[in-house]
């Protein structure tokens, strides 16, 4: 049964002269998980943060659980404590072990114990194979690690969707797998997820949709085989050969 | 010579002075904390309030405001309350704990600033508010990167605490003076109040420094000497 959890209608948001977003309208359900792909400058990032309200949108509407959370009177700390958001460069509170980045949200926003937050932390820690790694501080581990310590702190909360800006693109090559496999898990674990990365493989594997973002709209958009192998739009085209010809460099030579 | 009262008038100076630096000291590092977070993050009004405040203090002399506070100050004051009086030792502190205040709240100000922004965003993506942020985000980061300055702060503190004496408070500067004028060994009683000082400010900085190093966390701030690098 189809349970819409998000729904963007005609968002728009524009930086001085520059409209970053023209439009932009989908809906997820729950368990779904969507891929944004396109060109660097298409609003990609910006259209994720207009949705916790870390940018404030210009014109358009959000429905989050059927509730419209783009008016001003809405209590937007509330919202953004039931949605999960995991940056490209972690974001890690670096005075805190791993266990208190999990558990800092628990303890100040969901207002849990001390004794129910370390149960729900460990938990989550657990989830992206962390555990050993409780007592450790950010710049202690590594950025595959740090990132899925980031992932465990957004999973903790029990968010009704997470999502994720690019949440591979600061790793090393040999790190990416190890997060990658995280969020695959959740997903089939049927997370709600919205997902801007450049992993096409990830995208293949376990995208319902992709959503492929150009100018500031969505271009084309459809299953992961279509818009990945058969694609309608000279854009998608060009963009999906640019990162095919970056991930085989080499292989032809 | 008597040496027993010398002796027992410094340190009386030296408890008083003491006193001082740690009341001035601690009572500027909270005020200089609310200056700080109302300078960065407070409202327009609240930020020019707090900018204003500090370019005040840090552009009058010290001294004139400890004249203020303990003779200016009470005299208008008792054209309301005849009977107002304040104590000395009050009027010092009230006075070097609104000018150490400003200095603190540049420190933290530029700690503040020294945190990268996605923390703050990761705070916000959490649902946490902006003061639930300050307090356990970026407080805790910021104190361990301005400690340098605090203890430079400790440091002005002990040795400004010398001002007193114009009010008669009898701090070690006051009483060593003071021992002076009964005894004529000025030179010798000034160089022993400069050892007592320097004394004071080596062991201060000491215990400043394993502070620092019992809260240092890996990451938030970096002990480049310990790399053996540079």
Redesign the interface.
Known sequence: MYEEVLKVVDLKKRFGNNEVLKGVSFSIGKGETKVVIGPSGAGKSTMLRCI?R?VEPDGGKIYFKGDEITSKNVDI?????????V?Q???????LTALDNVK??LK??KKMSDKEATERAYKALKMVRLEDCASK????LSGGQQQRV?IA?ALA?DPEIILFDEPTSALDPELVGEVLDVMKELSKKHVTMLVVTHEIGFALGVADEILFFYDGVIWERGKPQEIIYKPKKKETKDFLRRIFELYSRGEEE | MNYEYILSELSKGIVCTLELTALVFIGGFLFGFILSVGRTYGSRFIRWLSIGYIELIRGTPMLLQILIIGFGLPIAIRNYYPDFTINSFWAVSIAMILNSGAYQAEYFRGAFNSLEF??T?????????KW?IVK??LL??AI?RAFPNFTNELIYILKYSSLAMILSVHEMTYQAKSVGAVTFRYGEIYLLLGALYLAFAFALAQIMKVVEMKVY????TTRVEKRGLL
Do not use: C, D, T, W
């Not at chain 1, 700390?77 to 958001?85: V, Y």
């Not at chain 1, 460069?89 to 005075?95: E, G, I, P, Y």
């Not at chain 1, 501080?137 to 202690?140: E, F, L, T, V």
């Open positions: 916790n870390l700390k509330k919202i953004r404590s039931r949605i999960g958001f940056f460069h972690f974001n890690l509170f670096k005075h800092i949200g100040i926003v501080y950010p710049a202690q980031a702190r909360m | 996605g923390q965003e990761a705070g916000l993506a959490l649902g946490m508010s639930e356990n985000i805790p980061q361990r966390i890996p990451g938030v």
